[in-house]
């Protein structure tokens, strides 16, 4: 800004005294660019907050109209490609960003006393951001978005005495459908923005209440101190600078997937997740029956507050993360969990092939055979005969199919499903389509 139109704002607004709250807050120990993550997650929320802007100019939130609106992006808008790839590459960076942000803070001990407050600020603007990523997943209602948000609802409702009303309250009644999505939609544009503004106004207070809690060294009296200004706004304004590019460069070079219309009917449709869901999806996969409460509210919910409450339960003052093993040794252990889990599901998936046409066929001589007379598939069909929607998880033999198929007497005395007659590749198919019947992978 020119000196002369500075000093002519300032003599009317005077200016000084807010240069001075914004610049020159001291950094004990001086700039470092390992300070650089918050303003860096501060960064990519303004990006997303822009590009969501732009994108709400055309989204329609209805069944009708959703799937064709983004696609209407997608191909029609002069760069709505490239601001919905902004979108969600943001929303990625976002996550990994606010990972190494805490990461960095948990290293540090920057939790500890006097800085509490700040830490439970900051992981409740964690899972607010995960909420995000969640609404926002179902917004495009592909056959993806619609599945995945089907299953994340359904894990609501095994919560004990809240999770039936809970899931309803998500939905808006009893099925996934038109109310969730402009249900969704409102929570992820007006909602989650205005408690997510107020949280970071807290963060933010609240670090210049405390100060940044700056290096882990035991003799602070002979840090000296930095203004925030010039060096540490310029390693930020680099980094920013970076990730942007990155950022853009994966919304350039990599096509969006936009899977087919979302269809509540088509109930063979194995949904994946995004990336900083795996690990859970994964983990899911390992629990079944009396034990799957666990999996899916139990330990996440231990998890929540562990780490809400993680100053409160390492009390030891002392940062240096050298002398302090077991607060290292569980942060460690928790991150080979989370990432052990996340390997183990980008493996399964890529060396299953997705989409088995033998399946597909599998689904349509289901359709003409009238299974579905006797059998109900994720909540469609008779009742009168086994529900056959994890069929694939609780008999994954396919030679116990084919047998079952041929005689369902052989395996099954008593039984009175028909023997079909069918051929060899129906035969197959319909195994195929039976083995695929999972719970979501
Ligand atoms: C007249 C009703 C009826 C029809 C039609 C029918 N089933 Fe069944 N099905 C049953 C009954 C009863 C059982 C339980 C006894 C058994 O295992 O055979 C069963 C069991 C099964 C099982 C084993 C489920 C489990 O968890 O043990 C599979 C798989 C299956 N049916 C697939 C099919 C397919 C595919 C079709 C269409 C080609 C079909 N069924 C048509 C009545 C029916």
Not at 123 to 140: E, Q, S
Not at 178 to 207: C, K, N, Q
Request: glycine content about 8%; some cysteine; overall charge neutral.
């Amino acid at each position: 800004m020119s000196s002369r139109l500075y000093n002519w704002l300032d003599a009317r607004l005077d200016l000084k005294p807010v240069q001075r709250t914004l610049l020159d807050e001291p950094i004990p120990g001086g700039a470092s660019w390992i300070y650089v993550f918050g303003s860096v997650t501060l960064f990519l929320f303004v990006l997303q907050a822009a590009t969501g802007m732009f994108l709400a100019l055309y989204y329609a939130p209805t069944p009708d109209h959703a799937y064709d609106s983004v696609r209407f992006i997608e191909t029609d808008i002069f760069l709505g490609w490239m601001v919905r790839g902004l979108h969600h590459w943001g929303a990625s960076a976002m996550v990994v960003a606010i990972g190494l942000h805490m990461l960095q803070t948990f290293l540090y001990g920057a939790y500890k006393a006097p800085r509490e407050v700040m830490w439970m600020v900051g992981v409740c603007l964690f899972l607010i951001v995960m909420t995000f990523a969640f609404t926002g997943y179902l917004l495009p209602w592909d056959q993806t978005a619609y599945w995945a948000t089907q299953i994340g609802i359904n894990m609501v409702g095994t919560v004990p005495l809240i999770g039936d009303i809970a899931s309803r309250v998500l939905r808006g009644g009893e099925i996934l459908g038109a109310l969730t999505l402009s249900r969704f939609f409102a929570i992820h544009v007006l909602f989650l923005p205005a408690i997510l503004l107020t949280g970071i106004a807290v963060h933010l207070f609240v670090l210049r209440r405390v100060g940044p809690a700056g290096p882990w060294t035991d003799d602070r009296a002979s840090l000296g101190a930095e203004t925030f200004a010039p060096r540490q706004v310029y390693m930020d304004a680099v980094v920013i600078a970076g990730v942007f590019l990155v950022v853009a460069a994966l919304a350039w070079s990599i096509p969006l997937p936009l899977t087919d219309k979302a269809n509540p009917s088509d109930t063979s449709f194995v949904p994946v997740p995004e990336w900083y869901f795996l690990f859970y999806y994964e983990l899911l996969k390992y629990v079944h029956g009396p034990l799957e409460p666990l999996a899916t509210w139990v330990l996440p919910l231990c998890v929540i507050l562990v780490m809400l409450f993680w100053p409160f339960i390492d009390r030891n003052p002392v940062r240096n993360p050298i002398r302090r093993p077991v607060a290292l040794g569980s942060g460690l252990l928790f991150l080979l969990v989370v990432f052990g889990l996340l390997g183990i599901s980008i493996r399964n998936l890529y060396a299953v092939p997705r989409a088995d046409p033998a399946v597909a066929r599998g689904r349509t001589v289901y359709a003409q055979l009238g299974c579905v007379g006797c059998h109900r598939i994720h909540g469609e069909g008779g009742a009168v005969a086994p529900d056959l929607s994890t069929v694939g998880d609780t008999r994954p033999d396919r030679e116990w199919h084919l047998k079952h198929f041929r005689d369902p007497q052989s395996v099954s005395p008593g039984s009175f499903m028909p023997k079909f007659p069918l051929t060899d590749r129906q035969l197959n198919d319909l195994t195929s389509y039976m083995l695929s019947l999972k719970r979501a992978t």
